[in-house]
């Protein structure tokens, strides 16, 4: 076992989605979808530290959010279960990903907790069993466990390693927390997309064959008057889309600077930053470094 005093501080990155097609309803009521998965640098921070009462204590400064029915309390208790361990932890939560924006910090910190925990509570679990875990949480969350940018399909947990060029993204998020179910059960949502060559997909890298589209965007756009203000600001600066299902907007460019100039433009009620993408999510080598007792 590690260190009982010891506190480790971990990164949880977010994400885009920089494309969501959905194909269909399933009959477990999950949407089978295409999207390609895009790791940012930019996510909250999540300190650990194991105890030896058997109890998961979860500190934060989220205004109405019940630590019981935050993910990561969830996929430690989960992990904790499955691998029948005796000890505890406290875990501290930096948000800086604004909640319901599409942005995947809720699914990113379930995933930093069962990798972290894994390491810390020595439970040897492998990555697909850790994965498996997730995906019964949520479906994002493996994308977070393996730690690669990648092309999703089926509720977008099979996944396919995806290395995108780099690119630098403007992402702007009005003051609205979107609900991933209330858009993925109302009727208007579009679920015909038809299917895309996957592999063809990789293949072409400039997305030429298939311009870039979220299934979500025209209806959360009607029904969140503030999301299509920034769309129609944004269509100024860029090519703006919607990640995920949530309330964010990006815009993707190859310069930084041309990033940053545009950042400087947002209006103030507005929250905004720039993030870079990232192939591949510090959180496995944070975690190879740990040593017993360190």
């Not at 999540?46 to 630590?67: A, Q």
Request: aromatic letters at 6%; proline letters at 4%; glycine letters at 8%.
């Amino acid at each position: 076992m590690k260190s009982l005093t010891k506190t480790i501080t971990v990164f949880a990155p977010g994400k885009l989605n920089l494309f969501l097609n959905i194909l269909g309803k399933r009959h477990d009521g999950y949407h089978n979808i295409q999207t390609l998965f895009q790791l940012l640098d930019i996510g909250d921070e999540i300190s650990f530290e194991v105890i030896k009462k058997n109890e998961i204590v979860l500190s934060h400064d989220l205004v109405g959010v019940r630590s019981e029915d935050n993910l990561i309390v969830k996929s430690a208790e989960l992990l904790q279960k499955a691998a029948n361990i005796k000890n505890g932890c406290h875990i501290n939560l930096k948000k800086l990903l604004p909640i319901g924006a599409g942005l995947g910090g809720g699914s990113s910190d379930a995933a930093t907790t069962l990798l972290t925990l894994n390491v810390l509570w020595d439970c040897n679990l492998n990555t697909d069993n850790l994965a498996i875990l997730g995906g019964s949480l949520g479906a994002d969350i493996p994308v977070f466990i393996y730690g690669q940018s990648a092309l999703g399909e089926g509720i977008g947990n099979r996944l396919m390693q995806f290395n995108i060029p780099k690119r630098w993204y403007l992402i702007v998020t009005p003051p609205v927390t979107i609900s991933t179910a209330q858009i993925f059960s109302h009727p208007q949502l579009t679920r015909n997309s038809p299917p895309i060559k996957m592999c063809a997909l990789a293949k072409d890298q400039s997305f030429s064959q298939n311009p870039l589209k979220n299934d979500c965007q025209a209806l959360v756009e009607e029904m969140f008057v503030e999301v299509e203000e920034v769309v129609r600001w944004a269509k100024g600066h860029g090519d703006p889309l919607l990640t995920g299902s949530g309330s964010s907007v990006f815009c993707s460019f190859q310069d930084r600077r041309q990033a940053e100039e545009i950042l400087e433009k947002v209006p103030s009620k507005w929250s905004a930053f720039v993030a870079e993408g990232i192939n591949k999510s510090p959180v496995h080598d944070q975690l190879g470094k740990l040593s017993i007792g360190a």
